[in-house]
C-alpha cells in the first residue's frame, strides 16, 4: 500500500505509534494536552442586531466577546412566534477550506454566501439551511463563527507574503489554508496552545452564552458537520452538561489515517501528544454521561470504512460497557450532513431535548 510517509513509513514503528483503544485520559488531561488557554471572560459584552423573519423561523443577530480578537457574531434561529423558551442547540459549522464564511454555511436567510461558494450549502448540507430546519423542530438554535472563521478571520492583509510565494496566488481561501497549518499552528506552538484548544475555548465561550439566553430551556445540545463534528467530539469530552450530541463525518481511528488521510484534515484533529493516551474515539469516551450520535458517511472520502468502522465499535463497547448511550448510522454518501441525515439527526435531538 502506498503511503504518504513513502521510504519513512518505518517511522510508525520506530515512534512505537499506539493509540490505546481505551483512553488514558480525563477531561482534566485533555484541557492540559490543548496547551495554554485564555481566561475566560467576566463579561461576554453581549449585543444584539437586527432580527428578521425567513419562512417561519425569526433569525437575530447577536455578537459576544471572547476576550481576545474580534467579536464573535452569531445568528440565533427560533420558530416564528415562539415566546417561551425552548431547549438549545450550538451548531458547528465546518471547515470546507472556506474561511471567509462560518455561520453562513447552516443558515438561510441572513447573509448568504456568494456565488461562488455556493457549493458549499449544496455539496455539504443538502442545499438547504440546516440550523433553519433544527430551529423548525423547536429548538433554540445558535449558530457562530468560530476563531479563524468569519467575523473570527484573520484578514488577507496579515497573511505572509511567503504564503502568496509559494502558492503564486493572493486568493484567500487558498492562502487560509496554509496560513492554517504553516503560520498560525506555529505561533500556537510558540504561545503552548493549541488549534484544538482554542477552537474548544471558543465553543466553550459560545456554550456560556447559550446557558445565558433567556430563548433558550436549561437543555442544550450540539450538532457539527466534519470540522464542526471535530469541535463537538471536543465539547462532548470537556462539556458533560450537554442534553446530547451529534456529530457527523469526524469519526475514525488514528491508526487508519496514516497511510493517505492526515494531510486532508486540520490541525484540530492532532493536538500534541493526544495519540500517546487516547485513539479519536476515545477523546469521545471522556463523556460517557451526555448521549453521543455519530453519523457516518459511508462513502467518505476523508476517512477509510475499516477506520470508522473499527471507531463505532469501540464506541459501541465502551459506553455499552460504562451504561452510556450510543447511536450510530452509516449512509451510503461521501463526505456530507445530507437532508436524510439531518432529518434522522434533528429527530434523535428533538427525543433527547
Not at 99 to 118: F, I, Q, T
Not at 134 to 162: I, T
Not at 308 to 329: C, H, I, Q
Amino acid at each position: 500500500m502506498s503511503t504518504h510517509l513513502g521510504s519513512f513509513a518505518d517511522l510508525e514503528r520506530a515512534l512505537n505509534f499506539a493509540p490505546p483503544e481505551t483512553p488514558k485520559i480525563t477531561s482534566k488531561d485533555l484541557f492540559a494536552i490543548f496547551g495554554n488557554l485564555p481566561q475566560m471572560p467576566t463579561d461576554f459584552k453581549i449585543e444584539y442586531g437586527k432580527s428578521r423573519d425567513h419562512d417561519g423561523v425569526t433569525i437575530r443577530e447577536i455578537s459576544w466577546s471572547t476576550g481576545f480578537g474580534p467579536r464573535t457574531e452569531a445568528l440565533l434561529l427560533k420558530p416564528a412566534g415562539t415566546t417561551t423558551p425552548l431547549p438549545g442547540a450550538l451548531f458547528l459549522h465546518s471547515h470546507d477550506d472556506v474561511k471567509s464564511y462560518g455561520k453562513e454555511k447552516v443558515v438561510d436567510g441572513a447573509g448568504e454566501l456568494p456565488e461562488e461558494l455556493k457549493w458549499v450549502k449544496r455539496d455539504h448540507y443538502g442545499n438547504r439551511g440546516a440550523a433553519n430546519e433544527l430551529a423548525k423542530q423547536g429548538f433554540a438554535v445558535l449558530a457562530f463563527d468560530c476563531f479563524m472563521w468569519g467575523s473570527r478571520r484573520f484578514e488577507a492583509k496579515n497573511m505572509p507574503a511567503r504564503l502568496i510565494e509559494i502558492l503564486e496566488s493572493e486568493n484567500y481561501e487558498r492562502l487560509s489554508v496554509m496560513h492554517e497549518s504553516m503560520a498560525l499552528s506555529k505561533y500556537l506552538s510558540l504561545f503552548g496552545a493549541t488549534l484544538a484548544g482554542i477552537l474548544n475555548f471558543d465553543d466553550r465561550v459560545a456554550l456560556e452564552i447559550a446557558k445565558s439566553l433567556p430563548e433558550m430551556t436549561e437543555s442544550i445540545s450540539v450538532v457539527g458537520l466534519s470540522g464542526g463534528g471535530a469541535r463537538a467530539i471536543y465539547l462532548h469530552a470537556t462539556s458533560p452538561e450537554l442534553s446530547a450530541t451529534v456529530s457527523v463525518g469526524a469519526m475514525a481511528t488514528y491508526e487508519s489515517l496514516l497511510d493517505q488521510h492526515v494531510a486532508p484534515h486540520s490541525w484540530m484533529f492532532f493536538p500534541q501528544g493526544l495519540a500517546q493516551v487516547t485513539d479519536w474515539p476515545g477523546v469521545a469516551m471522556i463523556n460517557t454521561k451526555t448521549p453521543l450520535y455519530i453519523q457516518f458517511c459511508g462513502n467518505d472520502q476523508l476517512f477509510t470504512q475499516k477506520g470508522m468502522s473499527d471507531a463505532d465499535a469501540a464506541l459501541t463497547k465502551y459506553f455499552a460497557a460504562n451504561s452510556g448511550e450510543y447511536k450510530s448510522s452509516s449512509y451510503p454518501v461521501k463526505h456530507s450532513f445530507t437532508v436524510p441525515m439531518q432529518d434522522d439527526a434533528f429527530t434523535w435531538l428533538s427525543d433527547h431535548a
